[in-house]
T-cell receptor, first 113, second 114 residues
Framework: ETGVTQTPRHLVMGMTNKKSLKCEQH?????MYWYKQSAKKPLELMFV???????ENNSVPSRFSPECPNSSHLFLHLHTLQPEDSALYLC????????????FGPGTRLTVL | AQSVAQPEDQVNVAEGNPLTVKCTYS??????LFWYVQYPNRGLQFLLK??????LVKGSYGFEAEFNKSQTSFHLKKPSALVSDSALYFC????????????FGQGTTLQVKP
């Protein structure tokens, strides 16, 4: 869609499982973001990475663990999630962290049983 | 604290009529403002932004937005709505900490009826 891809697109997991979400951007950007989008709630920023360094953790529970090995890839490692963590998880990137527009991936629809 | 408000959960318009989706903001400095659209089961798509300059900003798919500093508003407009414009629209403002963080409004569902 916009040069930002996310896999998988859909994920169903049990509360004891460990899984990872992957995001890749092909835009040459240096900032990457994870958002959570739940029904009837505004977008919630989770993490921000600038040049592979985490610059924002928006009080996210430790059962969500991000990883940014390089400026093109971002992971979200999941373990012992709760049913209320079911949501659409969106990845985005921007050229830098200075307030330029962000480009979003299609999201991963996560269901926790 | 910075904030963005979209006062309408849903806007209904007839195809061919003009549409407006409202957004107001609160920041202490100069605002960087954005509009995004989200179609079902998709990510957000960037429509347009205001940083400085002309108060009327033109964006993708025939959309435009008017920045009004005195009313702290940034309403999204289109002269003639299409059924395919039906989607969820988000207004956002850049966080003043300059970390790249965007603060999003709660979203407005636009329904365009034939």
């Amino acid at each position: 869609e916009t040069g930002v891809t996310q896999t998988p697109r859909h994920l169903v997991m049990g509360m004891t499982n460990k899984k990872s979400l992957k995001c890749e951007q092909h835009l040459g950007h240096n900032a990457m973001y994870w958002y959570k989008q739940s029904a009837k709630k505004p977008l919630e920023l989770m993490f921000v990475y600038n040049f592979k360094e985490q610059t924002e953790n928006n009080s996210v529970p430790s059962r969500f663990s991000p990883e940014c090995p390089n400026s093109s890839h971002l992971f979200l490692h999941l373990h012992t999630l709760q049913p209320e963590d079911s949501a659409l998880y969106l990845c985005a990137s921007s050229q830098d962290g200075g307030g330029r527009e962000q480009f979003f991936g299609p999201g991963t629809r996560l269901t926790v049983l | 604290a910075q904030s963005v408000a979209q006062p309408e959960d849903q806007v209904n318009v007839a195809e061919g009529n003009p549409l407006t989706v409202k957004c107001t903001y609160s920041v202490s400095g100069n605002p960087y403002l954005f509009w995004y659209v989200q179609y079902p089961n998709r990510g957000l798509q960037f429509l347009l932004k205001y940083i400085t300059g002309d108060n009327l900003v033109k964006g993708s798919y025939g959309f435009e937005a008017e920045f009004n500093k005195s009313q702290t508003s940034f309403h999204l407009k289109k002269p003639s709505a299409l059924v395919s414009d039906s989607a969820l629209y988000f207004c956002a403002v850049r966080d003043e900490s300059n970390t790249g963080k965007l603060i999003f409004g709660q979203g407005t569902t636009l329904q365009v009826k034939p």
